[in-house]
């Protein structure tokens, strides 16, 4: 009798059935932030449940990581140490927040089989949390950005540094579609996580992070700076980090891939939800 009335007292936008169209998932998903916001949080808890000082380890790492590419990268670019590691560490910080979550998308919906076999739900909320909880992490990152450029480049706070949030929400906007569309791919064709997995590591080399865009030229910047849209999800929040306003080919660009991106994603969507609980 207790676990029934538990049960029953759970909301019911909680456990509320699956609703008919694809456009009514990701509405009333979004509508319940309670929830998704609820779930990001307490996966955030449990990856640094025990621990003492819990997400800021992710900052600490990340530190120790810049710090120490950053004293290679000086001197391998010819950079001053002011100009480089805000450089280094604002693209870092970008770049382990998208890269965890194309990862972490590949699992979405094959994490959830114990869900879908229990209850109804709108799948929408798994991708939003995912979401959530990622940038939750990038927050407590982006206190290595400002604790490095305090240090090494004051002057890089200007007018321009608020751009950083439409910049960020562009990247989570963008990030819903492809948790989704990469949430569904990896259920029904388990072989593409290892792929996506194997290309996340390759871009993080030839996507323009460590190094700076402007020492390719010709073909090369055209492939893999200009053709290339990590770069531009980048740098739409890396160049007003630096006090910079982004190049207008990076909104153009993130533009078409989030119009793009999204039209693909609700097709798909609208014709194999309602197969994701049997693909499980």
């Known amino acids: 009798m207790q676990k029934i ?42 990856r640094y449940s025990r621990t003492v000082i819990g997400p800021f380890w992710s900052a600490i790492s990340l530190g120790m990581f810049v710090l120490a590419l950053g004293s290679v990268g000086t001197g391998l670019w010819s950079k001053s140490a002011s100009d480089y590691l805000p450089f280094l560490a604002a693209g870092m910080v970008v770049w382990v927040m998208i890269a965890s979550i194309v990862t972490e998308s590949c699992t979405l919906f094959v994490a959830g089989t114990n869900l879908f076999r229990q209850m109804r ?34 002057h890089l706070i200007t007018p321009a540094t608020l751009l ?64 290339n849209p990590l770069y531009h999800l980048i740098d739409i929040v890396r160049s007003p980090l630096l006090g910079r306003v982004p190049a207008a080919e990076s909104y153009i660009a993130m533009a078409v891939l989030t119009v793009a991106g999204w039209w693909l994603t609700y097709l798909l969507f609208s014709y194999f939800r309602k197969r994701i609980a049997y693909w499980s």
Do not use: K
């Open 164 to 227: 950083v949030l439409p910049g960020l929400m562009i990247v989570l906007l963008n990030s819903v579609w492809v948790s989704i569309l990469l949430g569904m791919l990896c259920l029904r064709f388990r072989d593409v996580q290892q792929l996506v997995t194997s290309l996340i590591q390759i871009c993080m080399f030839i996507t323009p992070i460590f190094w700076p865009p402007e020492s390719l030229q010709g073909t090369a910047r055209i492939v893999f700076v200009d053709f």
């Open 5 to 46: 009335m538990t049960f029953q007292s759970v909301p019911d936008t909680a456990l509320r059935s699956l609703v008919t169209t694809a456009g009514q998932d990701l509405d009333d998903g979004l509508r319940q932030w309670r929830l998704w916001g609820r779930l990001g949080w307490l996966e955030v808890r449990r």
């Open 121 to 154: 739900f709108n799948y929408s909320v798994m991708a939003y949390a995912l979401v959530w909880r990622n940038f939750i992490v990038f927050a407590h990152n982006l206190l290595v950005f400002v604790l490095i450029a305090l240090v090494f480049a004051p």
